[in-house]
């Protein structure tokens, strides 16, 4: 609780963390020109509290949050207020071309306790390296027990809940987990979290002796505008996705939470639906906000029988002139495929900044490689990942079988912290190759794998075998 002894509001006030925000004042407030609200970190409009003994006035375009209570005066908003809230007052609300928004408020459980939420976004990924012919429909997926779509943001309890993914129908496949949930498809939520899960079924078929090559997709969201201070209005949210693999891409979709539909602009220049290498396909969609929201899309593209997801997050603030900040990263592993018993590989990892505000803690992490080492991009050596930098990193580990790992990257600005990921899969071959008879055997495999490790020709490996026998 806050006792505000100040009579005017004409300042920047941001309440950073989840809880309850009791703002309790002897007189009147008067609201003038500055005088806004920004929640960070957890806080809702649903938990801000304003307990006024008089009256409280707006007398400047601008924005508040939380509900406003009068004893023995009025509520009084100029024209261009914008109130996440309510308004209670004892005599009467006076209005002018306002826009006031009931905040969507947390459940209150049997006990009386305050339950905030988050959102989960579980993404399916489909290996088919061992002659598989699964797609996405045939691994039905679940939180919790309840039935979720691959790509789609659902919100749940979030006070340290526990929650598991789990599906059904995978019998030929073997399942792993990255990104926010551990390697049993366990996360644990928090208030505001915005967490990922994502799934890849590799199939267990026939091995495979020349390994696929897996397609790479990215896919960067970029809001416009990216804040709409003066409350609810039109957000169009411009989608790119590129081809940054080897093997041209097939079956491309984009699937957002809360947006739809999104449109193909540009990109396609042949018209063969294909999404070829050097290919920037542009799409858009256009929405109306109501209040500061999270939008999530994924990305999706098959070759040779594998998939390839990118996720991609993007905030927009409703009511306060504060600009979100934008992060993206890329990851591209080198080789892309290994021969049977694996090999190390080489991830190189790319992060961007495709907003306007400079970031901050800037930090990645891998679940599957370690450590990240960054390797250049800072220019002017301030800390601050800007617009118009590129940040590289590199990550080095040795594979033994066919692994899809994500890394995240996260950073800082205005008092929001954003995040994104990159997913990229390495197929290593399930079976050794085989050879003609040659009326001979050689003495000892590896003088065989380490031909094909050495990347000797046929005329080469001949001619060695052919020395071996008649030495």
């Keep these: 609780m806050y006792d505000v002894a100040a009579t005017a509001f004409n300042s920047t006030l941001t309440l950073n963390g989840a809880g309850v925000y009791i703002f309790r004042s002897t007189s009147s407030i008067a609201q003038t020109a500055g005088g806004t609200m920004v929640l960070t970190g957890g806080a809702t409009a649903c938990n801000v509290y304003w307990q006024i003994p008089t009256s409280m006035t707006f007398a400047a375009a601008g924005s508040i949050k939380g509900t406003i209570i009068t004893n023995t005066g009025l509520i009084s908003f100029v024209s261009g207020v914008a109130l996440q809230g309510r308004a209670w007052a004892a005599t009467q609300v006076t209005m002018d071309n306002n826009q006031i928004t009931e905040p969507t408020c947390a459940a209150t459980s049997s006990e009386g306790s305050t339950q905030y939420t ?154 063969d639906s294909v999404l070829d290498l050097g290919e920037v396909w542009v799409h858009t969609c256009t929405t109306t906000l109501t209040e500061t929201h999270t939008n999530t899309v994924v990305a999706t593209g098959w070759a040779n029988g594998l998939s390839s997801v990118d996720i991609a997050s993007a905030t927009v603030v409703v009511g306060t002139p504060v600009v979100p900040p934008l992060i993206h990263i890329t990851k591209v592993p080198a080789p892309f495929t290994l021969p049977f018993g694996g090999g190390m590989v080489t991830y190189t990892k790319r992060v961007t900044n495709p907003g306007t505000v400079p970031l901050s803690n800037v930090y990645l992490t891998d679940d599957k490689c370690s450590p990240v080492v960054f390797v250049s991009g800072d220019t002017n050596s301030d800390n601050l990942l800007d617009p118009s930098e590129t940040w590289t990193y590199t990550c080095r580990t040795n594979l033994t079988a066919t692994t899809t790992n994500t890394v995240t990257a996260t950073g800082s600005g205005n008092g929001y912290t954003v995040r994104d990921v990159a997913v990229a899969t390495v197929v290593v071959a399930s079976a050794v190759p085989t050879f003609p008879n040659t009326g001979f055997t050689p003495p000892e495999n590896t003088l065989v794998w380490g031909a094909l490790a050495t990347g000797l020709s046929a005329a080469s490996l001949f001619f060695v075998l052919r020395k071996k026998r008649t030495a």
């Design 118 to 271: 988050g959102t989960i976004n579980v993404v399916k990924n489909v290996i088919n390296d061992n002659g598989g012919t699964a797609t996405f429909d045939d691994f039905p997926l679940f939180v919790n027990s309840t039935q979720v779509l691959s790509g789609s943001t659902n919100s749940y309890v979030a006070n340290s809940s526990r929650y598991q993914v789990t599906e059904s129908n995978g019998a030929g496949y073997t399942a792993s987990f990255s990104g926010d949930c551990d390697a049993d498809g366990v996360m644990y939520l928090h208030a505001a979290e915005h967490l990922f899960c994502i799934v890849t079924n590799n199939d267990i078929g026939s091995p495979a002796i020349i390994p696929p090559v897996p397609p790479l997709i990215d896919v960067v969201k970029v809001p416009s505008p990216l804040s709409l201070p003066l409350g609810p209005g039109s957000v169009t949210y411009t989608y790119t996705a590129r081809n940054i693999g080897t093997v041209p891409m097939t079956n491309v979709t984009l699937v957002g939470d809360t947006c739809s539909p999104i449109v193909l602009q540009s990109g396609d220049t042949d018209r």
